[in-house]
C-alpha cells in the first residue's frame, strides 16, 4: 500500500528535480563556451548523480518507511549537495581542495541506498520502525 508522500518530502522532491534540469540546461547553454573541457565533463558528472539522485529522493520519498526511510531521504539531498555541489563548485573555478568535499556526498549517497533499502524490508532492518 503506497504512503502519502508528506509535504515537505514532495516540495523537496520537486525543488531538487527542477534544480536538476535548471542546472543541466545552463552547463549546457550559458556556460558552453565559458568552461573549457575539463570543466564541462565536471558539470555533465555533477548533473547526472544530481538528476538520478533526485529520482532516488523521490523513492525515498514514495516508498520509504519508518526511520530509513527518512534517514534515505536526508542522505539523498545530502550527498547531492555535497557531491554535485562540489563538482558544479569545481568547474566554475571553486579552488582545488574543494574536491575534498566530493566523496563525503559519495558516502551519504551510499548510505542514502543502503537506507533505502532497509526501509523497503530487506533482512536485518534495524532503522525500520516508526
Given at each position: 500500500?503506497r504512503?502519502?508522500?508528506?509535504a515537505?518530502?514532495?516540495l523537496?522532491?520537486?525543488l531538487?528535480g527542477?534544480s536538476?534540469?535548471?542546472?543541466?540546461?545552463?552547463?549546457?547553454?550559458a556556460?558552453?563556451d565559458?568552461l573549457?573541457?575539463?570543466?564541462?565533463?565536471?558539470?555533465?558528472?555533477?548533473?547526472?548523480?544530481h538528476?538520478?539522485?533526485?529520482?532516488?529522493?523521490?523513492?525515498?520519498?514514495?516508498?520509504g518507511?519508518?526511520?530509513?526511510?527518512?534517514?534515505?531521504?536526508?542522505?539523498?539531498?545530502?550527498?547531492?549537495?555535497l557531491?554535485?555541489?562540489?563538482?558544479y563548485?569545481l568547474?566554475l573555478?571553486?579552488?582545488?581542495?574543494?574536491?575534498?568535499?566530493?566523496?563525503?556526498?559519495?558516502?551519504?549517497?551510499?548510505?542514502?541506498?543502503?537506507?533505502?533499502?532497509?526501509?523497503l524490508g530487506?533482512?536485518?532492518?534495524?532503522?525500520?520502525?516508526?
Amino acid at each position: 500500500m503506497r504512503q502519502p508522500v508528506h509535504a515537505r518530502a514532495g516540495l523537496l522532491v520537486g525543488l531538487v528535480g527542477a534544480s536538476a534540469v535548471l542546472l543541466g540546461a545552463f552547463g549546457a547553454h550559458a556556460l558552453r563556451d565559458v568552461l573549457d573541457a575539463p570543466s564541462r565533463e565536471l558539470w555533465h558528472t555533477a548533473v547526472d548523480y544530481h538528476v538520478w539522485h533526485a529520482l532516488a529522493l523521490a523513492l525515498a520519498a514514495g516508498l520509504g518507511r519508518g526511520r530509513s526511510g527518512r534517514f534515505a531521504l536526508a542522505a539523498f539531498a545530502i550527498g547531492i549537495v555535497l557531491f554535485s555541489g562540489s563538482l558544479y563548485a569545481l568547474a566554475l573555478g571553486a579552488p582545488h581542495w574543494t574536491g575534498i568535499i566530493t566523496p563525503f556526498g559519495g558516502l551519504a549517497f551510499i548510505a542514502g541506498w543502503i537506507a533505502l533499502g532497509l526501509s523497503l524490508g530487506l533482512p536485518g532492518d534495524d532503522l525500520r520502525e516508526d
